[in-house]
């Protein structure tokens, strides 16, 4: 029997900022599939120009509220790189930390509040709350202490303050570690917890193979600060060279920018972290994700979520090595920088051109900043996971729309919902496009 | 004062938590905290000031068995600003819920479903919550008389 189906979701809920389903099947035919995003964009590489980088990474975080650590991250990692600084051991390790802490606060918050509403039956976590309360309260538990994490480290829960261009302003002292090594023994007891949750639930089948692109490295560890850009195509470039991945393109209906670099799409985030780096997993998070059945190469987006729940495990165990490591070792207090603008010339200055790389919850983000020798900032690029997944998001889409046409309306637009969910996406973060009409030119 | 909203601020027969929520740096959205602030806290009389992540007190609330919870936080309700009111929880927007925002009124069922604490909800009619740093005076007025109102219930003299 042939199908009509018109599905126009308004907007999109349990995501970030404003999206649209757009569906129309008349007669079996695809006629129209689409994730219009209507957010306006922010200018903030405008905002970045004639700035100096030491305030560059201040500005940057303010772009996501959830992802305040990557942009600062990947801020500092675009300046440094620009003037040629390479930080010490013992920042590069300081700064994993706090991407983990930020990591995990992210993927409890989309595991719990934005994708078990949906694989337990309820249209929102609101209704958990009577039946799941304990569940609930586990979940924002976990992401206080995160911030509490945060807060110990960097001086606050979100936006930091204390890590800079080169290195922290202020560094743990021994009483501030073991109080992070309490927190973090704390959520490790509510992870288990999550993975006896997270088993009891069941995504739904779909398998899209694309490409999956994300930090690679040579070395032993899961890449989330350092590396080089690769593909599950088996592609690598340099960092430098991320223009090549991102191929950024425009459509009509989104003021977010498309992305592909091989195939006609590209995912990036947990799932394709994992496709890229499963042998480089914590064991307990290898083996959780044996348990989940996520051995690469794993196709069915839904189960972005298992993977980031995965990748969760792996970032608090990983940071009790990380904090094991301090503890041992101390902290060198001596590396402590009081930098400021850099009046006082601290960091020695070039000019150049600069790329931050860094795995972020969402996936690979890129800051590029050109620099003048006095520090101030000419251009500069920022580049969104989730403005590369849109593109990726609407194949996925086109894939699973026809497949599913036996289903209700109520059904199909269920799913689709899920779908984008899954992506966990920043929808605010991503508008970069604003489509300018000029009058009588 | 209104009279239902004295009686929000009465003593009970248990541990009465006061907790308030907003931006000290919006304006008139930072009468929350200037309320905290303001409260000098007894063995009955406990107060938290959420500020802007009111998900962050959930188990801090809790903790202290509260017989009864009272929200303070800056409301439009179309009103003149400073005028205050007992705002009914169901007519709290449940704005759209994301990794980025929980709203308000989540919060307090959350934690009334896990102890079972009778609730309130006391809004102020902000004149602007727009950047800066400083309360118009109709606001900080409304502020003053609440705390004052809470110290009086409680015997504490105000400073």
């Known amino acids: 029997m042939s199908r009509n189906v018109k599905i126009n979701v308004e907007y999109l809920t349990r995501v970030e900022g404003h999206g649209n389903i757009v569906v129309n099947v008349k007669e079996n035919k695809l006629e129209d599939c689409r994730l219009d995003i209507v957010e306006s964009p922010r200018f903030f590489e405008g905002m970045l120009r004639g700035r100096s980088i030491f305030e560059a990474q201040h500005i940057t975080s303010r772009i996501c509220g959830i992802c305040s650590c990557g942009h600062t991250l990947a801020s500092i990692q675009a300046a440094e790189s620009a003037i040629g600084f390479t930080p010490s051991e013992q920042t590069t390790q300081l700064r994993k930390l706090l991407l983990h802490m930020e990591t995990l606060d992210s993927h409890i918050l989309h595991i719990y509040l934005l994708v078990a509403p949906d694989l337990l039956g309820v249209k929102s976590f609101v209704p958990l709350i009577n039946t799941h309360n304990e569940v609930v309260r586990r979940a924002l538990r976990m992401k206080k202490m995160c911030n509490d994490l945060c807060d110990i480290l960097v001086g606050r829960h979100v936006h930091p303050i204390s890590c800079i261009v080169g290195g922290f302003t202020k560094l743990p002292q021994e009483k501030e570690l073991d109080a992070m090594m309490d927190l973090l023994q704390k959520i490790q007891a509510d992870m288990e917890k999550t993975v006896e949750l997270a088993a009891t639930l069941k995504f739904p089948e779909f398998q899209r193979e694309t490409e999956y692109v994300g930090l690679v490295n040579d070395s032993d560890e899961y890449p989330f600060l350092m590396g080089d850009v690769g593909s599950t195509d088996g592609h690598r470039v340099k960092k430098e060279e991320y223009r090549r991945v991102t191929n950024e393109f425009i459509v009509p209906h989104s003021s977010a920018k498309h992305a592909k670099w091989n195939r006609s799409s590209y995912m990036a985030g947990a799932l394709a972290r994992l496709n890229l780096n499963y042998k480089k997993l914590h064991p307990k998070a290898k083996a959780l994700a044996d348990q989940l059945g996520l051995k690469p190469l794993v196709t069915n987006t839904f189960l972005n979520t298992a993977a980031q729940l995965v990748e969760s495990v792996h970032c608090v165990e990983d940071s009790i090595r990380l904090l094991n490591e301090f503890k041992e070792k101390g902290v060198d207090q001596k590396e402590a920088v009081s930098v400021g603008l850099n009046e006082k010339g601290v960091i020695p200055l070039k000019a150049g051109i600069g790329v931050g790389a860094v795995e972020v919850p969402r996936g690979i983000l890129f800051h590029e900043y050109e620099v003048d020798d006095k520090g101030k900032i000419i251009n500069a690029n920022c580049i969104i996971p989730t403005s590369q997944n849109v593109n990726n998001i609407e194949h996925d889409m086109k894939k699973i729309v026809p497949e599913i046409l036996d289903k209700t309306d109520e059904q199909i637009t269920l799913l689709l919902e899920m779908l984008v969910r899954a992506y966990d996406p920043c929808i605010s973060c991503s508008a970069h496009f604003l489509n300018v009409k000029f009058i009588n030119r | ?159």
Request: with cysteine.
């Open chain 2, 1 to 159: 004062m209104k009279k239902e909203i004295e009686e929000a601020l009465r003593p009970g027969t248990g541990v009465t938590l006061i907790i308030t929520a907003g931006n000290s740096f919006r304006q008139d959205d930072g009468v929350g905290p200037y309320i905290a602030s303001g409260i000098r806290p007894t063995s009955t009389l406990k107060v938290i000031n959420a500020g802007y992540t009111p998900e962050n007190i959930i188990e801090e609330a809790v903790s202290l068995n509260p017989q009864s919870i009272v929200f303070i936080d800056a409301a439009d309700f179309n009103s003149q600003a400073g005028d205050i009111r007992l705002i009914p929880e169901e007519s709290i927007p449940e704005t759209t819920v994301s990794t980025h925002m929980i709203p308000l009124n989540i919060i307090s069922r959350l934690i009334a479903d896990s102890i079972k604490s009778k609730i309130a909800f006391i809004g102020i009619q902000p004149k602007s919550t727009q950047f800066g740093e400083d309360m118009c005076p109709e606001v900080k007025s409304a502020a003053d008389t609440i705390v004052r109102t809470i110290h009086q219930g409680f015997g504490r003299p105000t400073l």
